[in-house]
């Protein structure tokens, strides 16, 4: 089954600092990825879609200058929060679409951000 | 602004009922349905989706769709204690991008 991956699965860090999120389509090619934030007891909210060799698309309200996608190859996106504030602290989940359906999107495990 | 609604619960089952889960989206236009299951802390995960009025069914889960209601329901025979978790109703409108609603925590008592 196509599986996908997220590293690290959690990560503290300070504010001020950034961080970077991968997310790797272990078993197939995906030209699309989506980032997803999720707080507690919510629901996902769509970040970015990201597309392989060009710009992301953010959602509205989403500050692409702090949440920045690159989606260099068909299996690796990664995300990197800048200068994170504990506003930022949430779980983030990367999809990767593995046929252009939206029933063969498939989430990865998640990464648990914590800023201190 | 494409909405999906879900009362968020929790909803409480005894073990071997049925639990239903109700969800309403607001685009007429959406073409497929989802229903996924989150267990805390961890990443959403397909149960069923459907693209048709009317019931799918796979093993102890059946989905419903009235297309005409702009309603998607999903049933859960045989509730387990495993079963209780988080689901969330997903909606595709365009392309391959889906729009979540808020979930419904269910409980299912042994």
């Known amino acids: 089954g196509a599986v996908v991956s997220q590293h690290p699965s959690w990560v503290i860090c300070k504010s001020g600092t950034s961080v970077k999120i991968e997310c790797r389509s272990l078993?197939?090619?995906?030209?699309?990825m989506f980032w997803y934030r999720q707080f507690p007891k919510q629901s996902l909210m769509l970040m970015a879609t990201?597309?392989?060799?060009?710009?992301?698309?953010?959602e509205q309200g989403v500050e692409k200058d702090k949440f920045l996608i690159n989606h260099a190859s068909l299996t690796l996106s990664t995300l990197t929060v800048t200068s994170a504030h504990p506003e930022d602290s949430s779980f983030y989940i990367c999809s990767a679409d593995a046929s252009g359906r939206a029933h063969e999107q498939y989430f990865g495990p998640g990464t648990r951000l914590t800023v201190t | 602004q494409k909405e999906v609604e879900q009362n968020s619960g929790p909803l409480s089952v005894p073990e071997g009922a049925i639990a239903s889960l109700n969800c309403t989206y607001s685009?007429?236009?959406?073409?497929?349905f989802f229903w996924y299951r989150q267990y805390s802390g961890k990443s959403p995960e397909l149960i069923m989706f459907?693209?048709?009025?009317g019931d799918k069914e796979d093993g102890r889960f059946t989905a419903q769709l009235n297309k005409a209601s702009q309603y998607v329901s999903l049933l859960i025979r045989d509730s387990q204690p495993s079963d209780s978790a988080t689901y969330l109703c997903a909606v595709n409108n365009a392309g391959n991008m889906l729009t979540f609603g808020g979930g419904t925590r269910l409980m299912v008592k042994p």
């Open positions: 685009d007429r236009g959406s073409q497929s």
């Open positions: 459907i693209y048709s009025n």
């Open positions: 078993d197939f090619q995906a030209t699309t």
């Open positions: 990201s597309n392989e060799g060009s710009k992301a698309t953010y």
